[in-house]
């Protein structure tokens, strides 16, 4: 990880070269010059909040429909810090075989009770050593709100996070395994 953010530095300095080089040898208008330079400087901007994205930080990204769930963080709220409290789950993806695939994912959520129940809940089984298995769900389903373009889940009114994708988790059962065949000397 080292020598990726040492590529990067290093890029960016031979950037600032190139920058400082086409500002003072050049004859262009200095209107052209200060466009490049603020061009640039929004450049480093987005390429560092991508890069930081990459590096491992948890994701703000929708949960995946099915995952299976290696671990969760809980941050409750802190009204003295103004944390509106987080939950961060630690996840694979699943196939269509309920395997897990690829390699796993930080997922970072805003805390509500109802999910810090089910993540809590969640954690204590880990803790047990069971092995679960996640489902995005979503609150309040309304059949009649139809079309291409329509949100069959209702936001409800008074509490804010109903109504929109949460999650719930399922233990894994055992995996089958042929059954045993006695083989006989002969």
Known sequence: MLEERLILSISYVVIVVLLIVFCFYTDFSKRLKLASIFIISIFYVFSWRGYIGVLGWPTLEELPDDFNILWVVIQEP???????????????????????????????????????????????????????????????????NEGNKSNPYDVQAGEEEQGRPSFEFVEVPPPELPPKTLIQDQ
């Open 78 to 144: 802190n009204k003295a810090r103004s944390n509106e409290g987080e939950l961060f789950l630690w996840i694979k993806e699943i196939d269509e075989s309920k395997k897990p695939i690829g390699d796993p994912r930080s997922f970072k959520l805003k805390w509500n009770k109802e999910n810090h129940r089910i993540a809590q809940d969640a954690l204590h089984k880990l803790q047990e050593g069971e092995r679960l298995n996640g489902r995005k769900t979503y609150g309040v389903l309304n059949k009649d």
